[in-house]
C-alpha cells in the first residue's frame, strides 16, 4: 500500500500536522509494510499557476498542444495522486476555508481531460477513487452544537476532490485550538481519531512484515521532520 501525505500548515508543530501524523501512525498499524510519499506545502509550497500553464488551459486547442513544461508540475503531481492507494492531508482552516498553498496544489491536480471531463452535467472525475483523511485543525468551532463560524473548507474539498473522482473522504477535526491548552489538545485530537474508519485500508490488502518506507517527493525522506504527538502548541496554524 502507498501513502501519500500532506501537510499544508508552515508550522512544524501545528495541531494539523499533529493530526495527520497521527492519521498516518493509524494507517501503519493496519498497513506496516506501507510506503510513504510526503509532500510538505507548509514548508515547500508551490507556485500559484504560472502564465504557460494557465494559456495551456485556456482552450482545447492549447491544451491539446501545450507549450514546452507548461503542464510539467501539474502532471508530477497528478501521478503523485495516482500512485498512492491512500491519501492524508493536514490542513488548518484558514479564514473559513483551506489555505492557499493547498489550493495552488488542488489547481494543478484538477485539471480538464485528464483528471475529469467537462459534460453537459458537470465535471466527471477520471481518477480511481481511493480512501482521503482529511485532518483538519481550526481556532474557531465550525462543527456542532457549539459552531460559531461558516464552514467552507469541507463543501469545497468535497466538491473538489469529487469532481476528479475522488469521494471517500474522511473529515477529522480539531476545533477551538486557540483556546484550549495541550492536555485538552491531546484529548481532542484522540476524540477525532476515534472516528476514523480503517476498513477501507484492510481492504487494500496492506503489506505486512516490512518497516514503513517514506520519500520525499520521490527522493530518499533521510531528513524527515516528524513533530512528536505528545508537542502542541496553541494556534490553529
Not at 111 to 133: I, N, Y
Request: proline share 6%; hydrophobic share 45%.
Amino acid at each position: 500500500m502507498k501513502i501519500l501525505h500532506i501537510d499544508v500548515s508552515p508550522r512544524l508543530e501545528s495541531h494539523s500536522r499533529q493530526l495527520s501524523a497521527a492519521i498516518v501512525e493509524r494507517l501503519l498499524e493496519v498497513a506496516p509494510g506501507a510506503g510513504i510519499t510526503r509532500r510538505d506545502l507548509g514548508t515547500e509550497p508551490l507556485p500559484h499557476a504560472m502564465a504557460d500553464y494557465a494559456v495551456a488551459l485556456s482552450s482545447p486547442a492549447t491544451l491539446a498542444a501545450p507549450s514546452k513544461g507548461a503542464l510539467d508540475v501539474s502532471e508530477a503531481l497528478i501521478q503523485e495522486v495516482e500512485a498512492a492507494d491512500v491519501i492524508v492531508i493536514g490542513t488548518l482552516m484558514h479564514n473559513f476555508t483551506i489555505p492557499s498553498v493547498l489550493k495552488a496544489w488542488i489547481d494543478q491536480i484538477l485539471r480538464v481531460d485528464r483528471t475529469m471531463m467537462s459534460t453537459p452535467a458537470g465535471k466527471v472525475g477520471m481518477l480511481r477513487d481511493r480512501p482521503v483523511f482529511i485532518g483538519v485543525a481550526s481556532g474557531g468551532v465550525f462543527s456542532g452544537d457549539r459552531a460559531n463560524q461558516p464552514d467552507f473548507l469541507t463543501p469545497y474539498l468535497s466538491l473538489a476532490f469529487g469532481s476528479i473522482g475522488l469521494k471517500a473522504l474522511q473529515f477529522l477535526s480539531v476545533q477551538a485550538t486557540g483556546f484550549i491548552d495541550r492536555e485538552q489538545a491531546t484529548f481532542a485530537r484522540e476524540k477525532a481519531l476515534a472516528e476514523i474508519d480503517l476498513t477501507v485500508i484492510r481492504e487494500l490488502r496492506p503489506l505486512h512484515g516490512c518497516p514503513a518506507v517514506l520519500s520525499d517527493i520521490g527522493r530518499p525522506y533521510r531528513n524527515a521532520r516528524r513533530p512528536a504527538l505528545g508537542s502542541v502548541a496553541l494556534a490553529a496554524f
